[in-house]
């Protein structure tokens, strides 16, 4: 079976600061695709990134960036200078390649808050 | 692309009524999943569809939930009867394929069972 553990259950960071949002996975299969999301305070699930299992390459796009680790089953997000915005519940996800391939299973998401 | 369009966006109905969340994917996507998230359970998978037939439906928590897709741009989950514990975020996702470009979601629909 997969698991997707966030152990963060909230953080709170005053605005500019950095933060990162840990994200450990369970998976006996060798191809996976792992994922972040963020749902905002409207409520919708907003798709950030995906990374496959084959691909270690670490990712930035602006002030968000991904450390994605097989050998500690982690894949780790990083928000730059954070702000007001950045507010939000984020969750990782992870879909296996094996029999339940195409079943996203969620971790139970980071509430972040971030304090002007 | 006016994305995955879930109708209506909050529910509020009483205990012993039927309930039916709609869900209109995007075009050309050939994969189509139920989530619900609730505080307790977080985002649970109920049930998801390829190419309009049900495949995985072992989500789905009782015989009182049943979902259909008679096409491939509309999809129902019915609640019959409703249940306060049914009180929950449903979510529809589409997908071109099994999910490994990640889901696209609709913004819920927002139940509430009095």
């Known amino acids: 079976a997969q698991k997707v553990t966030q152990a963060q259950t909230e953080i709170s960071v005053v605005e500019k600061e950095d933060v990162t949002l840990d994200c450990v996975y369970e998976?006996?299969?060798?191809?996976?695709?792992l994922f972040w999301y963020k749902q905002p305070p409207s409520g919708e699930l907003v798709f950030l990134i995906r990374?496959?299992?084959?691909?270690?390459q670490n990712e930035i796009s602006g002030r968000y960036s991904w450390n994605f680790q097989k050998s500690t089953s982690s894949f780790n997000f990083t928000i730059t200078a954070s702000q007001v915005v950045d507010s939000a519940v984020y969750f990782c996800?992870?879909?296996?390649?094996?029999?339940?391939?195409?079943?996203?299973?969620f971790g139970q998401g980071t509430i972040l808050t971030v304090h002007p | 692309d006016a994305g995955v369009i879930q109708s209506p966006r909050h529910e509020v109905t009483e205990m012993g009524q039927e309930v039916t969340l709609r869900c209109k994917p995007i075009?050309?996507?050939?994969?189509l999943f139920w989530y619900r998230q609730t505080m307790m359970r977080g985002l649970e998978l109920l049930i998801y569809?390829?190419?309009?037939?049900?495949?995985?439906d072992s989500g789905m928590p009782e015989d009182r939930f049943s979902a259909k897709m008679p096409n491939a741009s509309f999809s129902t989950l019915k609640i019959q009867p409703s249940e306060p514990r049914d009180s929950a975020v449903y979510f529809c996702?589409?997908?071109?394929?099994?999910?490994?470009?990640?889901?696209?979601f609709g913004s819920g629909t927002r139940l509430t069972v009095v």
């Open positions: 996800a992870l879909i296996p390649g094996g029999t339940s391939y195409g079943k996203l299973t």
């Open positions: 075009s050309g996507h050939d994969y």
């Open positions: 569809f390829n190419n309009n037939v049900p495949i995985d």
């Open positions: 998976t006996r299969d060798t191809t996976y695709y």
């Open positions: 990374r496959n299992s084959f691909d270690e």
């Open positions: 996702a589409s997908s071109p394929d099994r999910g490994r470009y990640g889901y696209t």
